[in-house]
């Protein structure tokens, strides 16, 4: 199995740099968001460390890596070579998943360098894969993060804390999954503790909000067992406050068109995105399709109780539909971008479209929870969301990139997904990948250019 597995990783691997190839031999010139990432790598490669360019947004974690790469390895520092830099990241990819997916699986990871044959299919989820040949923080910063959660997981909290740091050089919200990190490790240990400090942590698929609310409760019962290790993650969060008293906010530059908001339906376009892109993870558990099903339309309607929820809920969802929709002007106008026709041709349709998906976007947030919930404590389900509230809540725009992080956090704890359902969700993901990068490449358009995720 184990040679198998490595095979897998070269082939992986080898499509990687073949993929990178074409992209450098077709996309000759910065693309997109490169023409400020790359003059700013260049620039340090240079040694011009007081050089910065004001439209960038995020912290100089990928030029430092680049420079790194530069120094170390004799890497050139021309577009080829700095779209190398992220590619090296998707290399790394696999291997970290493969230590997260063992950890929420409570299973032995194998022997270093061979990836489990799940990681390397999730580690060809689209928006990963599609930014791995290009220039841009996504890839680093979410191997960055991988890296954190998995040193967490581990109980070496110092290293994780390190590189949480490091994390945050790629992208500022990053601080909230140091945070993840640390709740997610202590969550497991005390849930398989014999003493478990007095929390209340039922299994989440049978608990009900007097659980929650008895959780809440007990937390301060466990805080002297849980703080000696928050000591690193509390060195982060230090230091990422002074970050931002020193630059006077999050965004680092181009504040003007980073206002946060209060973009409340963006949650529910993570859980409608996750739910159609990750579709194989959530119908393919133990039971099937059916079962996941029948579950759905039981915590939905099966009850009065149930039943009158879902009218609640639903109303509540309309209303923030109706108050908090912002449809912002990078999304209206830049036609490069496949959500620019999702949002033109789907939800300003009629007005009344965004309110029909209201019952679909609750049947995809159930269906997770039950596929979630179905290995973990109360407590172990509901940090991941909880957490993804301050990350997309104050996001304006709505871009798939946002949801990469998080969509891999969540579907890195279905801990049962078939055979069947892994060769399922490598297929469509090949499918995705290969029409994405086929219009990108040799689609191009006069008067548009090139179409991106």
């Not at 995020?58 to 520092?77: E, I």
């Not at 910063?141 to 050089?169: E, P, R």
Request: net charge positive.
């Amino acid at each position: 199995m184990s040679s198998d597995t490595r095979i897998l990783y070269v082939v992986y691997c080898g499509v990687a740099v073949t993929v990178l190839k074409e992209f450098n031999a077709v996309v000759t010139e910065p693309y997109m968001d490169e023409p400020f990432h790359v003059p700013q790598a260049l620039a340090y490669c240079r040694g011009e460390w007081s050089t910065w360019d004001p439209k960038i947004t995020t912290p100089p974690g990928l030029y430092l890596l680049s420079v790194f790469l530069h120094r170390v390895f004799m890497f050139k520092c021309n577009l080829n070579l700095l779209r190398l830099t992220t590619t090296l990241t998707l290399f790394a990819l696999p291997l970290v998943l493969t230590r997260l997916l063992g950890f929420h699986q409570r299973r032995r990871p194998p022997p270093q360098l061979t990836p489990s044959i799940e990681a390397l299919v999730l580690s060809t989820f689209p928006i990963a894969w599609f930014f791995g040949f290009l220039y841009y923080t996504e890839v680093p910063s979410l191997v960055f993060v991988l890296c954190t959660v998995v040193a967490a997981t581990q109980n070496k909290h110092w290293l994780a804390g390190l590189l949480g740091i490091a994390s945050c050089l790629f992208r500022q919200n990053n601080v909230i999954w140091v945070l993840y990190a640390y709740a997610a490790s202590q969550l497991m240990r005390l849930r398989f503790k014999r003493d478990h400090a007095g929390l209340h942590d039922p299994p989440a698929l049978g608990a009900g909000p007097g659980d929650f609310i008895r959780s809440i409760m007990s937390a301060p019962k466990a805080l002297p067992e849980l703080l000696p290790a928050f000591a690193p993650y509390a060195v982060v969060l230090a230091l990422f406050g002074g970050f931002v008293i020193w630059n006077d906010g999050i965004v680092l530059g181009d504040k003007s068109n980073h206002i946060p908001s209060f973009h409340v339906p963006q949650l529910y376009y993570f859980v409608a995105f996750a739910t159609m892109i990750g579709w194989p993870a959530v119908l393919c558990g133990e039971g099937g399709p059916i079962k996941v099903a029948t579950e759905v339309i039981s915590r939905m309607f099966g009850s009065k109780r149930r039943t009158l929820l879902t009218a609640i809920i639903s109303i509540f969802m309309g209303i923030t539909i109706q108050r908090f929709t912002i449809h912002h002007p990078f999304l209206l106008s830049d036609n490069r971008h496949f959500t620019f026709y999702i949002w033109r041709r789907v939800f300003m349709m009629h007005a009344a479209v965004p309110y029909l998906f209201i019952p679909g976007y609750q049947a995809c947030a159930w269906a997770w929870w039950i596929r979630v919930a179905c290995d973990q404590s109360l407590l172990q389900t509901l940090v991941l969301p909880v957490l993804i509230l301050p990350t997309l809540l104050p996001t304006p725009l709505l871009e798939p990139r946002y949801f990469l992080v998080p969509y891999i956090l969540l579907r890195a704890q279905v801990v049962d997904v078939q055979p069947y359902g892994i060769f399922f969700e490598g297929f469509w993901y090949t499918v995705i990948n290969v029409a994405t990068t086929y219009v990108f490449l040799y689609k191009e358009r006069v008067g548009v250019g090139r179409f991106m995720w």
